[in-house]
T-cell receptor, first 115, second 117 residues
């Protein structure tokens, strides 16, 4: 089955530690995205990548870093510089469905709790 | 700049009654619009999309939405609610001119649908 996997589903870390969230897709999509979801705030874009070895900051990139060494993988590192890291993190990939229009597919998410 | 507003943060209906989730958008160009559903602690699933074809769009699980350019709206409806419809719903806009062909989407704040037995 094609899809997007995120691991782990739940992650617990101590404050001050960096943590890396995994995102893998086998849909052969070029573009991938990371979102953060907080209650009542919808989804906010952290980083996105349109092609291997290239990525751009989204709306809330501070305190996060990414890499895109392979088409299938787009890991997100939450660094100790992120002031409020506890959140639900969603990874997505997209395919074109029209002229300059893309449809995004989402993974199941990782819930990160930092104490 | 493009934006999307979901007019209700919470909607409660009884099982078997119609569902209406309201969404207005703002776009400087001809937008593509989507509705996604999210069940608790799950990822988002695409319900339906409008990409400048028919203005009445049918999606999965009996949902449909109508694109009304004059009202800048894209409301989601279902004739008869089922208990399994209880979830968070997101209205989403993609504006090619604003996103620079990056595939970026703009999400509404979400509407929580409660279905009472």
């Amino acid at each position: 089955d094609g899809g997007i996997t995120q691991s782990p589903k739940y992650l617990f870390r101590k404050e001050g530690q960096n943590v890396t969230l995994s995102c893998e897709q086998n849909l052969n999509h070029d573009a991938m995205y990371w979102y953060r979801q907080d209650p009542g705030q919808g989804l906010r874009l952290i980083y996105y990548s349109q092609i291997v070895n290239d990525f751009q900051k989204g709306d809330i990139a501070e305190g996060y870093s990414v890499s895109r060494e392979k088409k299938e993988s787009f890991p997100l590192t939450v660094t100790s510089a992120q002031k409020n890291p506890t959140a639900f993190y969603l990874c997505a990939s997209s395919k074109p469905v029209g002229v300059a229009t893309y449809e995004q597919y989402f993974g199941p998410g990782t819930r990160l709790t930092v104490t | 700049a493009q934006s999307v507003t979901q007019l209700d943060s919470h909607v409660s209906v009884s099982e078997g009654t119609p569902v209406l989730l309201r969404c207005n958008y703002s776009s400087s160009y001809s937008p593509s619009l989507f509705w996604y559903v999210q069940h608790p602690n799950k990822g988002l699933q695409l319900l339906l999309k409008y990409t400048s074809a028919a203005t009445l769009v049918k999606g999965i699980n009996g949902f449909e939405a109508e694109f009304k350019k004059s009202e800048t709206s894209f409301h989601l409806t279902k004739p008869s609610a089922h208990m399994s419809d209880a979830a968070e719903y997101f209205c989403v806009v993609s504006d090619p001119s604003g996103s620079g062909n990056t595939g970026k989407l703009i999400f509404g704040q979400g509407t929580t649908l409660q279905v009472k037995p």
